[in-house]
């Protein structure tokens, strides 16, 4: 799985080092000896640079004809903005700060590939930050973007940041005029837009699932207790649980420091009379249909598995493992849309607004 998010990672790097590229080598080919302004521009017309600046940006001000003139003449000299002065002069960067808690984790490597693709429709570019699940390095990364090199930020809860419950240097982002968008893993008392899966819905109607398949002892496994997603998780799991009559939860907590995959053969042998499993995250889901492989139980006919996971974490199993999907690249783009619907025309903390994008559930052998 480590390896298909670093493979995943290093071709979305490679291919947006290589367009880089090509855009300079193109500009270095195409651009003429000198770089026009408006001023030049302005001059060979015998307007003044008002009109042209006026005209480049179809202003109802300025008549069809000299529109047409300025651009024709712009696109001869190959004329583009400078971005440096454009953005000192409108105190706008066109540049988003992205801080993600892990560069290795599939889900949210989809999640910034749909960022990127939908900030680059609005001429907006990224900037990353990995805070590798450390408040510090989160905080760090929130003060050295703020400094004047974005216009917003688009991040996911560190883990650290979630178990301490800190969000003051959030609120202290928010409060110097930068908006803030979160997602999947979020601040609920920080005054900010935010996208979310349902979480706690997914694994209620997965559990719902499972028991009218007749299953009796379900057992919810994760290894992301400490995240606000793995306890929303593990309540939709016990609501479902509970509202069967007779039925208990039982919950499998795997910590950083535990060997997952003896813990979960350990709780099957300790367990044999499991008929289920709704996995909180691709790895408990994939170890859990694996081990009961190895323990001679078939799948589905005497244990069925749920995870959540992608496509591609399903095909680590045999049979392929139900999952739970995320969507993470639609994810991606909501949150771009979001942030830049702020920047273009609302005050950061005015009116905000929680969305919640619906997770699939895609029936395999597993379960069927």
Avoid at 30 to 39: R, S
Avoid at 83 to 88: D, E, H, N, Y
Avoid at 113 to 133: D, L, P, Q
Avoid at 238 to 258: C, F, R, S, W
Wanted: hydrophobic share 40%; with cysteine; net charge positive.
């Amino acid at each position: 799985m480590w390896l298909k998010a670093i493979i995943f990672f290093a071709k979305f790097f490679i291919l947006n080092l290589i367009r880089v590229i090509l855009y300079i080598a193109l500009n270095f080919i195409y651009t003429p000896y000198y770089m026009v302004t408006l001023k030049q521009l302005a001059k060979e017309l015998n307007v003044s640079i008002s009109t042209v600046s006026k005209a480049l940006n179809n202003s109802e001000e300025i008549g069809e004809e000299t529109i047409k003139r300025v651009k024709e003449l712009a696109a001869l000299y190959q004329y583009k903005p400078n971005k440096v002065a454009l953005s000192l002069k409108q105190n706008k960067t066109k540049t988003i700060g992205v801080i993600i808690p892990d560069i290795l984790n599939h889900f949210l490597a989809k999640v910034l590939f749909g960022i990127e693709r939908e900030a680059v429709k609005y001429g907006y570019n990224i900037i990353t930050c990995i805070s590798n699940e450390s408040l510090e390095q989160e905080k760090e990364g929130l003060r050295l973007l703020a400094n004047g090199s974005v216009d917003g930020f688009i991040l996911s809860v560190a883990e650290e940041t979630q178990e301490k419950k800190e969000i003051e240097h959030f609120k202290r982002t928010i409060s110097q005029g930068l908006p803030i968008v979160m997602f999947d893993r979020v601040a609920h008392d920080v005054l900010c837009d935010k996208v979310i899966v349902d979480d706690y819905d997914a694994t209620y109607n997965a559990t719902k699932s499972l028991l009218q398949e007749k299953r009796k002892n379900i057992v919810f496994i994760t290894s992301i207790d400490g995240l606000s997603v793995g306890k929303l998780r593990e309540r939709g799991y016990t609501k479902a649980i509970l509202e069967n009559n007779g039925n208990q939860p039982m919950v499998l907590k795997i910590k950083k420091k535990d060997d997952q995959q003896k813990k979960i053969m350990s709780f099957f042998k300790k367990n044999k009379n499991i008929d289920g499993v709704i996995a909180a995250d691709s790895s408990s889901g994939i170890i859990a249909i694996n081990t009961a492989i190895k323990l001679g139980l078939k799948v589905p006919k005497d244990i069925s598995v749920i995870g959540f996971a992608s496509k591609s974490d399903s095909y680590h199993t045999i049979p392929q493992l139900t999952t739970i999907r995320q969507h993470a690249k639609e994810i991606g783009a909501q949150a771009a849309q979001m942030l830049i619907n702020r920047l273009q025309n609302k005050p950061v903390d005015e009116d905000v607004k929680t969305k919640i994008v619906k997770t699939s559930l895609i029936k395999s052998k597993s379960t069927l």
